[in-house]
């Protein structure tokens, strides 16, 4: 494997809160306000329960905090597993600045939920963001959002590329304690060892 390939940890998850975002919209939505609405709702779920929805990882581009796996495979990067870009190309596809669901059961089709990744509480965070935000444009939300966000202002990339934006940086802004952190990470870390070990 090509060592700078990045392959999610947990990607049915990420296209359970891709989906359940979108059907909020017809199934299709600007890029960048779902990004935005997602690292909001991730962020939310930090601050309130010490973990994030989505399971991805983040970096900060120009426009605000931006979900790296998720963004990589809306811009079909060459970085993405080529085994999991191949499943995101089946069920997604960017058409201009939107990305439509090319299926309205993205998910499971056995008899489970659509959304049997997401609890009941991860999913009542994204209802509440996007009620928030649903009837403001992506402009909105970066400008008088994201922008306004410690970890943004503290910390902006230069006006080209994006720079690593990791969750300590957005703990600390979230005015966790130093203990706090180091707790939350000590579980994240211990959890993803356990799904690990788990998918063996």
């Known amino acids: 494997m090509n060592p700078q390939l990045k392959k999610l940890n947990n990607f049915e998850k990420l ?4 989906n359940y975002v979108l059907q909020k919209y017809n199934y299709e939505l600007n890029y960048t306000k779902l990004i935005k609405i997602l690292y909001i709702a991730d962020r939310e779920c930090l601050d309130k329960w010490n973990f994030a929805i989505s399971g991805d990882s983040y970096c ?7 979900l790296s796996g998720l963004y990589d495979f809306i811009r079909n990067s060459p970085a993405c597993d080529p085994i999991q870009k191949m499943h995101w190309n089946i069920l997604f596809k960017k058409r201009d600045y939107d990305l439509v669901s090319l299926s309205r059961r993205n998910c499971h089709h056995d008899g489970l939920s659509d959304y049997d990744e997401l609890s009941d509480g991860e999913m009542k965070i994204m209802d509440d963001v996007d009620a928030k935000y649903h009837d403001k ?7 008088n959002v994201v922008h306004e966000f410690l970890e943004w ?18 703990l600390k802004a979230l005015y966790k304690s130093d203990a706090e952190i180091e707790e939350i990470l000590e579980v994240e870390n211990a959890v993803e060892s ?4 788990l998918a063996k």
Request: include cysteine.
């Open 60 to 66: 900060l581009m120009k426009q605000g905090p931006v």
């Open 153 to 170: 202002k503290n910390h902006q990339p230069c006006e080209k590329g994006s720079i690593p934006l990791k969750k300590e940086t957005i």
């Open 194 to 197: 356990l799904r690990q070990d």
């Open 137 to 143: 444009d992506w402009n909105y939300l970066v400008d």
């Open 15 to 18: 296209v359970q809160v891709v």
